[in-house]
């Protein structure tokens, strides 16, 4: 059974950073691409960050690119989302995701596993 489990949300001041992780297990973690999605209130879930199954390829959403940096570990089945310069509008509950294959993707449609979510409150 695959899983994955989201953690190091939080409450930040804006400007401030945070970094969340997700642990993934179940599945060979190395060979599948990894994203990161959020869903602020009364909004749909939106792209954040993408990463290839080697960490080579990574997609941002323009709204974050220059301040979010997404990485993994394979070696700890592990999946990263470092944000700096966090603003208020950056608000939300953020989920990590397996893609389907070795490459990640803006697309939801693309990610078959899903985390539970991790709250990420930043105050102005």
């Known amino acids: 059974q695959v899983q994955l489990v989201e953690s190091g949300g939080g409450l930040v001041q804006a400007g401030g950073s945070l970094r969340l992780s997700c642990a993934v297990s179940g599945r060979i973690f190395s060979s599948y691409g990894m994203g990161w999605f959020r869903q602020a209130p009364g909004k749909e879930r939106e792209f954040v960050a993408s990463?290839?199954?080697?960490?080579?390829?990574?997609y941002y959403a323009d709204s974050v690119k220059g301040r979010f940096t997404i990485s993994r570990d394979n070696a700890k089945n592990t999946v990263y989302l470092q944000m700096n310069s966090l603003k208020s509008e950056d608000t939300a509950v953020y989920y990590c995701?397996?893609?389907?294959?070795?490459?990640?993707?803006?697309?939801?449609?693309?990610?078959?596993?899903w985390g539970q979510g991790t709250q990420v409150t930043v105050s102005s």
């Open positions: 990463i290839s199954h080697s960490g080579d390829d990574k």
């Open positions: 995701a397996t893609s389907r294959g070795r490459f990640g993707s803006r697309w939801e449609a693309e990610y078959n596993y």
